[in-house]
């Protein structure tokens, strides 16, 4: 018996939160598991079984495993980037300064904001003819096209992407440092630490825990959440130079209606995540100190 | 640990969603009371919305049986994918407006749809293929010889010039030549006139799919996909590869300026920065509202050198699909209701105010006679352009799979200008890759 003595209660309070996790999860992913080894008309009429050839034909295309590359240095770089600059502005907001709450909720905001918003904010500024970034840089003698330049469209849709999640990471930063003992803080000052010497001694292992778990949400987030950003910002382009996995899936599925491919990618997607997080708690959460 | 194992079960799922893209979105009730319900679901923003809610709420009030309602359902891929979606969920709209790009799909699609000749007939609504401009009832109809959607929103790429910068360049006119061309971009940067001489929208409908029917070449096999399902492109032909090589050139000579896939170049030609245009025909209201000075329409310029140039440009644009499964009663009113839309005074108003094309020969006489053209200098090049008799290689471009091919176009051309690639191998990338996608195409369609 799964609930032993306990009876009907505990299942009936499980009960919902299953049919929603069944429904909304595992069924779709069944769905896109059975639809990768067929090809179909976009009306769904013509139905032929093909077997791991949607999977050969991804593979087989050097365009897909650019991709891959694309991704991870996209992933990587927002994680790196959106932790170290969320830390340090959560370590400053902390100090005891003035206006402290109103810097704080500032930082915040972004959070609220669509990613297609986002997207589309970020390009107004970057804008090569238009935009008051790009006149800067001109400025300063950068010539900044992103229609034609792939390595600035990587850096912009990163630049968003960023700036999208700092805030959240904020948050999660701002009350793990808040819940360090000051004692501890106090102890180390009278132990002749400096500023740096504390963080990296005292504070940082202290925050190991939260570190970790944001870790795991903005790789989620990096290979998930952000093809709105790219569909907005660039559309993957130019010359596929911003097209991360989960933008091919979403424009092979939904505007070019391959849905056999798109299926198979899906797939290649979650056994890559789940990869992933089977490495980061397996390794990386070793190191953690709770 | 709770809440991060919920985080990671979630994240994988999450993938699964994202492929999972049919989940269905159809609003389509039951008709209410007596009068029937016919549900259009279209792509058109701004002033064009207004149009067409007038055009469904005048049908619906000259009558008492049918009610058309318009509902707008996002960009062009947008609510095809909708639609579709619908239609698999069995909740599909009675119309739905298809971008041209999506025309081979829908084609492929039968008995998701019902053929508009069909519709016509078996409504008993009178219908006159002959009344139709050919190069636009041309690309509806099947091979057998059936029109298979209704024509409605057609454009064709033109050719838009700053007047005033022509006249501080000192050129008295429109380049009808793309040497001509070169040399008016080249003044109007040696002049200051402006620093940007030329830019483009949809550069492959323009560089490469209207390019090929304008000079009576073929952009793909099968007289572009009209004769059968195995066409193949045919862009790796010297003329693509001498007309890549000069966008090249002149791109890097700061004549011509890559601003996007789709509509970017339109505001930079209004706002004033670029001096010379080419894009749909239907951006001519956009001009006209927000350009700040004078402008002037013209052809496509075109390489005089080439036998049979030029022929025609292409058309762009939507037409109207009828979708299957509804009752007779409804598809009667959507043949009433599409009786109403092609009579020639719905067509010259929807011509005038759009600058989208006069679909039947009718419309554009009636609008040639009410002198529209005199009072608005231009508005018929886009007319022009397309009324002449068409060849088996100038009738359009029909492919599937076309959204990836003009996205494999694009990445090239940026490739190439970019300066990764030459233009002979940025053409014959288009080749391999776009035939792929035709081959897998092929393989799903059902005719």
Redesign the interface.
Known sequence: MLFGAAGWLPAALLAPQLAIVLVFFYWPALQALFQSVFIQDAFGGSLQFVGLENFQYLFSDELYLYSFQVTAVFSIAVTAIGLTLSLALAYFADRAIRGAYVFRTLLIVPYAVAPAIAGVLWIFLFNPTLGIVSHWLRGVGVDWNHVLNGGQAMILIVVAAVWKQISYNFIFFLAGLQSIPKSLLEAAAIDGAGAWRTFRSVIFPLLSPTTFFLLVVNVVYAFFDTFAIVDAATGGGPAKATEILVYKVFNDGFKALDIGGSAAQSVILMIIVLALTVIQFRYVERRVRY | MN??QG????????????????AGGALAGPPAGAVTEIQWWHSMTGANNDRINSLAERFSKSQSDYKVTAVYKGSY?ES??QA?AA??AGNAPHIVQVFEVGTA?MM?????IVPVEKLMKDAGEKFDRSAYVPAVAGYYTTRKGEMLSFPFNSSTTVFYYNRDAFKKAGIDKAPETWSEFAAAAAKIKASGASS?PYTTSWPSWVHLESFSAWHNTLFATENNGFASLKARLAVDKPLFERHMKNLLEWSKNGLFT????TT?GDS?FY?G?CAMFTGSSATYGNIKRNAKFDFGISKLPYYSDVEGAPQNTVIGGASLWVMSGKSKDEYKGIAKFFGFLSSPEIQAEWHQATGYLPLTIAAYELTKKSGFYEKNPGTDVAVQQMIVKTTDKSRGVRLG?M??IR?IV???M??M??G?QDPKTALANMKR?GDEQLV?FE????E
């Open positions: 809440r991060r985080r990671s079960a979630a994240s994988w799922a999450r993938a699964s969603l994202v492929a999972m893209t049919l891929p095809m994918t579709i239609y698999r799909t492929a699609a039968k008995g998701a940007c890559y601003a996007g896939r970017e930079k706002s920065e799979n959204v990836q996205d694009h990445e090239e940026e490739a200008l970019a990764r890759r897998r393989r799903t369609a059902r």
